[in-house]
Structure formats: C-alpha cells, structure tokens
C-alpha cells in the first residue's frame, strides 16, 4: 500500500499493521536489499491485458482531495498526481524544482524569489501564474483555515496581520509578473522553501466563492478537485479505488501511462491482488515468508528498505492520569516493546526511542535511554507517583483505578495482547478498541482517547514531527507541554546549516527522552513490489511514488 507522504501534521496518520509470527530474521532498519524480476513471461494474463493503466494499492481515504485541506494522510496520496508544487524533494531529500524553474534567496535568508516556468496551466487549460501562489498562500493565512499546514512557520511578513483582520493583503507577498513571485519573511526557518513553495491552488476556481473567514464552500470542491500535477482526477468510488486520467497540459507533458488508478484494498488482500496481476504496485510489512513470496513470482522487481517514519502510541498528557511524566516513563518500562517489534517486523524492524528515523541526517541516539523492558522499574515510578495497588490488583489514586482505553485500526494488532498482560503484571487495566482508521484519526484530533495507535507521515524535515508537540500548536493531540522542548523546536527552525541544526536536534531527543510525549514503538522496513513490466517507477523515502508518476511507462 502506499504510505501517506503529505507534510506532516497530527492528522496525517497511517494505521499501524501487524502479525502474530514469531521473529526468524535479523535485519537492521537501515539495511536495503532488491531483488530484480527473472522470469517477465510469468506476468498474470490480467497484468498483461493492461496496456495503458498502472493501478497501485492504497488504504482508506477519506475523499478530501484538496491540498491543506484534508486530514487523512490516504487523501494525501489521492491528491499529490493531481496538485504540483512549485518545490518538490529528489530521491536524497533535497529540494528540486517543479513549478517552479528556479528561486533565490536573499542574502539574509527572509526573501524568496521563485520564477515559475513558462506557460504553466491547470488540467482545464487556464493559465497558472503567480497570482495562484499568491491565492494559495493567502487562504492558508484565512482565520476560517484549520487544517494541517501551519504557514504560520513561514512566518511571512504581514500574515499575521491578515490573519488577525487587520490588513486586507498580505504584506510580504509581492507578485512582480506574471511568472515571478516574491516573499519577504520576518524570521529565517529552516522549511520556508517547501513552506512557500508547495503545491499550488487554482484563484479562479478554489478563489471565485472566497470571501474573508469563511471558507466552508470550499467543501463543495473537496470531490472536484483542480490541479496542475501529472494527472487529472476522473472518479472517485468509495470503499473501491480512485481513477486519474494523464493530463495533457502538465508542464513536461502528458505522462507516459494514460491511465492511473489507486485500488482501495485491505492490507490482507494486497498480495494477492499482486500475485493476480490486479495490482501494479503494492508495498507490504517486510518479513521472510512475504520477500520469499514475492521472489517466487518471478515477474516482480523487489525493494526491501527501511521506510523514512516511525510508529508510536500517542498518549493523551491532558488526561490526569498521564500528566505525571513518571507515569508515562513507567508506561514505557512496563511495556515489552522488543517484543511487540518482533511479533510484529519479524525482524524487520527495531525499537523507536526519539521522533525521527535512522534514515534522516538528524537521527543521533548516543545518550538516549532505551527505556528497555523493566517492570520493577515501572512499579516503582508507579509507587512514587501515588499510584498503589488495590484489593483487585489494579491500581488507584484518590479513589480512582487506572484504567488505559486504546484505539487501534487493526485487528491484528500485537500492541493489543502484549500491553494487557504487561500492564495487568504491574496493576493497570488496559482496555482496546479497534475502530475505522477515519473514526480514530477523529478522535484523537478531538483528544477524545487515552492511548491511541498510528504510524507518522513520511519525514520530510526532522522538524516536522515535533512540531506538533509545542504548546501553542493547534495539532497538539497529545496535549503535550514543555516550554524548553517549545525553545528547542523553535531553534532547529532557525538556521538553515545542517550542522547546527543536528546538534540542537540532538538535545531535544534528550529531553523528550527525559520527558517522553508519547510511546516511542517502532521504526521499521518495507517490501516494495512492482511489476516487471513497470519501468520508470522509482519509489523513494520523500514523495513515495508520486514523483515517479510522470515518467512510467508499461512494456508491450
């Protein structure tokens, strides 16, 4: 399936997956193996009757299709072939140009100047110009704006102003001409260039209705959408898949592959929908039984590589029985998490303690503790706390028991028999919860949980899951306080070298180490299958495979 790799924000979740095999394979995280097609003949007749269409897996939509707008990170994925930003990331993370045919930035690193590329247009033919980056970055300033991206980071000079109502434009957003835009910012962020230069909203078709604070008409458009990317949107049919047909006035042309279909399936079906030829594309949880499989096809090219998120439990800070941070660091020591990644990798995976990947320059886990499995440790914070046992063995405090309600999306989540027998062991009772994915991603937007399962969004910039967790952060689903932590994310936003930014990124894993938001689970690989008969698809750890889409192309 693919995996959502929109910004990130609190609402661009996946669900996590899982298993009940023991471990049989000891693969680090950061290996990366591939395994080419050998036997392209064996290709099922229902691949082979498909001349013109790639179909690739997806999981759960919502049916938002609008950049900024939706808050399942599925409805990402549905929207990046039909929206194209002015900035885009290659293969290695860095920034290329797509809309946009170059930018500068000023020597002091608060002006951006993007030159778009000439003769832009939108699927229907009408010209794109700078007008509609202009558009695209004023709603986002709109009060009435609350979805995921906070443009506010980009801190763009006068924004603030728009936002409180008291200018009626946006001061530092100046269009020049027709194809250049400049922005002028107040302070230097470290995301600016992909802040200000993502994808980009039609003025004459998102803007004709718009009017200032009120922008609930906008969801009338959610299943019309309008772009400029590779594809243009043709239908959506609920619970089934989403159809895209090549658009001819993309900027480098119509794509190879005329036909672009995102299948909606179950994750314990893809590979048979691979294994059939109904799939093109499908990404699965690595594990031995599953890479052998694959193999066996013949027809398959295979990736195995580590995948640039992390999996984690959010826990609720604003509940009382969590606000205690040696409640949450006993919630960790108590909970056997080695064998939860077992269980559920297979050896494909290993134990998360900081939010970031080991795919990611930032990732740096000298110092960390590894909170590893240690219930006498979690009773003692547990005591210390004034958390004791009563007559039933569930523990209380000012007459009440402690008790963990979980949501999860999967049924065969391994969280779900592991953390009820670790928490009973040390006295608390743990009750889950498995609901729709779009159900518990409400939830938890709303705090309406106590622990709740989901995996990040691909990490485009080490900032963008921590973000979240300052206080002032409208997607603040945990709840979560701590004004040196708020320091420390605001400093790695403000300087563009790397260097100073690792080193500041290293202190706050320690102190979100010392003083954990949330329950640190996992990092973990994926196997990556495409059809033989696939060329030009070249999935990566930043776009997915959104940024291979224009250049597919399906053997004869």
């Known amino acids: 399936m693919l995996s959502a790799c929109a910004m990130n924000s609190s609402s661009e979740k996946e669900p996590q997956s899982g298993s009940n095999q023991k471990s049989t394979a000891n693969v680090k995280s950061t290996d990366s193996k591939s395994y080419r097609a050998n036997n392209i003949s064996a290709l099922p007749a229902k691949s082979k009757a498909r001349k013109d269409t790639f179909i690739a897996g997806i999981s759960a939509p919502g049916g938002v299709f609008l950049p900024y707008f939706y808050e399942n990170?599925?409805?990402?994925?549905?929207?990046?072939?039909?929206?194209?930003?002015?900035?885009?990331?290659?293969?290695?993370?860095?920034?290329?140009?797509?809309?946009?045919?170059?930018?500068?930035?000023?020597?002091?690193?608060?002006?951006?100047?993007?030159?778009?590329?000439?003769?832009?247009?939108?699927?229907?033919?009408?010209?794109?110009?700078?007008?509609?980056?202009?558009?695209?970055?004023?709603?986002?300033?709109?009060?009435?704006?609350?979805?995921?991206?906070?443009?506010?980071?980009?801190?763009?000079?006068?924004?603030?102003?728009?936002?409180?109502?008291?200018?009626?434009?946006?001061?530092?957003?100046?269009?020049?001409?027709?194809?250049?835009?400049?922005?002028?910012?107040?302070?230097?962020?470290?995301?600016?260039?992909?802040?200000?230069?993502?994808?980009?909203?039609?003025?004459?078709?998102?803007?004709?209705?718009?009017?200032?604070?009120?922008?609930?008409?906008?969801?009338?458009?959610?299943?019309?959408?309008?772009?400029?990317?590779?594809?243009?949107?043709?239908?959506?049919?609920?619970?089934?898949?989403?159809?895209?047909?090549?658009?001819?006035?993309?900027?480098?042309?119509?794509?190879?592959?005329?036909?672009?279909?995102?299948?909606?399936?179950?994750?314990?079906?893809?590979?048979?929908?691979?294994?059939?030829?109904?799939?093109?594309?499908?990404?699965?949880?690595?594990?031995?039984?599953?890479?052998?499989?694959?193999?066996?096809?013949?027809?398959?090219?295979?990736?195995?590589?580590?995948?640039?998120?992390?999996?984690?439990?959010?826990?609720?800070?604003t509940h009382p029985q969590f606000k205690d941070k040696a409640v949450r660091q006993a919630l960790i020591y108590g909970l056997d998490r080695q064998k939860i990644v077992d269980v559920k990798f297979k050896g494909y995976g290993q134990v998360a303690n900081i939010p970031v990947s080991p795919v990611s320059w930032a990732y740096d886990d000298k110092g960390i503790n590894p909170y590893e499995y240690n219930s006498k440790k979690a009773k003692e914070l547990l005591d210390g706390a004034g958390w004791k046992k009563g007559k039933n063995g569930i523990r209380e405090k000012e007459g009440k028991p402690f008790v963990i309600h979980y949501l999860t999306a999967d049924a065969e989540d391994p969280f779900i028999p592991i953390a009820k027998e670790n928490y009973q062991d040390i006295g608390i009772k743990f009750e889950p919860e498995i609901m729709d994915f779009n159900a518990l991603v409400s939830k938890l937007n709303k705090k309406d949980y106590d622990f709740a399962a989901v995996s990040t969004s691909q990490i485009l910039d080490p900032s963008d899951t921590v973000e979240e967790l300052a206080a002032n952060n409208p997607n603040n689903a945990a709840g979560y306080s701590n004004p040196k932590v708020d320091d420390l994310i605001q400093k790695g936003l403000s300087t563009l070298d790397i260097e100073k930014r690792k080193s500041i990124y290293h202190e706050l894993y320690k102190e979100l180490n010392e003083d954990p938001p949330y329950i640190f689970l996992n990092y973990r690989q994926s196997a990556r299958a495409v059809s033989g008969k696939v060329e030009g698809l070249n999935p990566d750890n930043y776009t997915g495979i959104s940024a291979s889409l224009p250049n597919i192309s399906i053997t004869k």
């Open 73 to 317: 990170g599925w409805d990402g994925n549905a929207t990046d072939p039909i929206f194209a930003p002015l900035v885009n990331l290659d293969k290695d993370g860095k920034p290329v140009g797509i809309l946009a045919e170059k930018w500068d930035v000023s020597s002091d690193q608060l002006t951006y100047t993007f030159h778009l590329r000439k003769g832009l247009k939108f699927s229907d033919g009408s010209p794109l110009t700078a007008d509609d980056v202009a558009f695209t970055l004023t709603l986002l300033h709109d009060p009435a704006y609350s979805g995921g991206q906070d443009i506010s980071l980009a801190s763009i000079k006068g924004g603030k102003a728009y936002k409180e109502g008291k200018a009626k434009s946006i001061d530092g957003i100046k269009v020049l001409d027709k194809d250049t835009i400049k922005i002028t910012t107040d302070k230097v962020n470290a995301k600016s260039l992909l802040l200000l230069g993502g994808q980009v909203l039609s003025k004459s078709y998102y803007g004709k209705d718009y009017q200032y604070g009120k922008l609930d008409y906008l969801k009338n458009l959610y299943p019309k959408p309008l772009g400029a990317g590779p594809y243009k949107f043709e239908k959506y049919v609920p619970g089934q898949e989403i159809r895209y047909t090549a658009n001819e006035n993309y900027y480098s042309g119509a794509p190879k592959t005329k036909h672009l279909i995102f299948k909606i399936i179950d994750k314990s079906t893809s590979l048979q929908l691979f294994e059939t030829g109904e799939l093109d594309y499908a990404g699965f949880s690595a594990d031995d039984d599953t890479v052998e499989q694959l193999k066996s096809l013949g027809f398959a090219n295979i990736q195995v590589s580590p995948v640039n998120d992390y999996g984690l439990v959010y826990v609720n800070n």
